[in-house]
């Protein structure tokens, strides 16, 4: 049975990866996952118990439990997700982005080339670091053209700096001392699971609770949305086919303003939770832009779909209307983690740098 070594699996896409494994494969997940705020083990139904699935709970940028755990566990293959991920948080307190994103994932690359090193063929010629990046480490487009695998490195945000730092970093592995490893850089995720501060999930939970909708700036910002399970089967194909030392763009050619995406949820919940008065369209109030804030976003996938034959199964619709759907049904999941304290006040005006 091959051991695949997840990290950030008790995060959104971690999680969405490691229940695909546990219920569609054979494989033998380890979850490394420090728990950080953004954790919720509750996003893994079933997982604990289940003999093809073991929890660690551990920081990437702990050298020496990271050494212990490619000792205990022999994986086959890192999928590295485990990362600061929110670009608000980023702006007022950047260290954590760059201590995680950064120095973690050169901790994680040590211990893995270590480990590599000792391994013999077949292991050692078939082992895979995966490192799940964002189309973010690209900067901004204008209302033109795509993001390829490449466009230059351009981040904007404290956030992207790190995630292009740690891109970087596995390409320097991959050709200086080596490594085998696969890259991918996909755009914004949406789906069940999703941690409260998040767009999507803000949008709905708050117009359930009939607060106002911040939209930030005039809400023409464009992102390109992709459903998570759908990432999530990109990921694991990559994993098995992409060739080493290749990076994938991974998108679902789903360009949205920001202002389409809440009104498209203001319109699906009046069919599906009616507000008592009036719509929820009414609840949508503008605020002052994030500093920095990339204008567009727009992914070119042509080169997983022709090399690796994938395609997203979900369209923006089809996967908003699931998701809000789950929103509706599991209540219980986003109010724990609301009730844990988590305050979904407004971050990353650029108050406070330097934390
Ligand atoms: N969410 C998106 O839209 C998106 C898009 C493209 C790429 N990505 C990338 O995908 C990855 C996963 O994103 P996500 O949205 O699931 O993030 P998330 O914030 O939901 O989850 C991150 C997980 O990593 C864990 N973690 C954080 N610091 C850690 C540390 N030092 N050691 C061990 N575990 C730690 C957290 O506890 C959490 O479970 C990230 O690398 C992110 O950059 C995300």
Not at 82 to 109: C, K, M, W, Y
Not at 195 to 209: D, G, H, M, Q, T
Request: charged fraction near 20%.
């Amino acid at each position: 049975m091959r051991t695949v070594l997840v990290t950030g699996g008790a995060g959104f896409i971690g999680s969405a990866v490691i229940r695909q494994f546990l219920a569609e494969t054979e494989t033998m997940v380890v979850n490394v996952d420090k728990l950080t705020y953004a954790a919720s083990l509750s996003s893994l139904p079933g997982a604990e118990g289940n003999p093809r699935y073991k929890l660690e709970q551990a920081d990437i940028c702990d050298a020496t439990a990271m050494a212990r755990l490619f000792g205990t566990y022999q994986p086959s293959a890192v999928m590295h997700l485990a990362a600061e991920s929110h670009v608000d948080r980023s702006i007022d307190g950047p260290a954590q982005f760059i201590q995680t994103n950064v120095v973690g994932t050169f901790t994680l690359l040590q211990a893995s080339l270590a480990y590599w090193k000792g391994l013999e063929d077949p292991y050692r010629g078939a082992f895979r670091f995966h490192h799940i990046s964002t189309d973010e480490v690209f900067g901004t487009l204008g209302a033109q053209g795509f993001f390829t695998e490449t466009s230059p490195y351009a981040p904007n945000s404290p956030y992207s700096a790190s995630k292009a730092g740690s891109d970087h970093l596995v390409r320097a592995w991959h050709e200086t001392y080596g490594l085998p490893v696969v890259l991918t850089n996909c755009s914004n995720n949406y789906g069940p699971y999703h941690f409260p501060e998040k767009l999507i999930p803000l949008v709905i939970i708050r117009s359930l609770a009939g607060e106002t909708l911040p939209v930030y700036g005039k809400g023409d910002q464009i992102r390109d949305w992709l459903f998570v399970e759908d990432h999530a089967r990109a990921l694991r194909l990559v994993l098995e086919k992409g060739k080493n030392g290749q990076s994938y763009n991974i998108g679902g050619h789903n360009e949205r303003t920001n202002l389409e995406v809440v009104e498209t949820i203001c319109d699906t919940l009046d069919r599906l939770a009616p507000a008592a008065s009036g719509t929820h369209r009414d609840l949508i109030t503008f605020v002052s832009d994030r500093p920095g804030h990339d204008k567009r976003y727009a992914i070119d996938a042509s080169k997983i779909e022709r090399e690796l034959g994938w395609k997203p199964v979900e369209t923006f619709e089809s996967g908003l209307e699931k998701t809000i759907r789950w929103y509706l049904d599991n209540r219980e999941w986003w109010q724990e983690i609301l009730s844990r304290g988590y305050e979904a006040k407004r971050v990353g005006l650029g108050g406070a740098q330097g934390r």
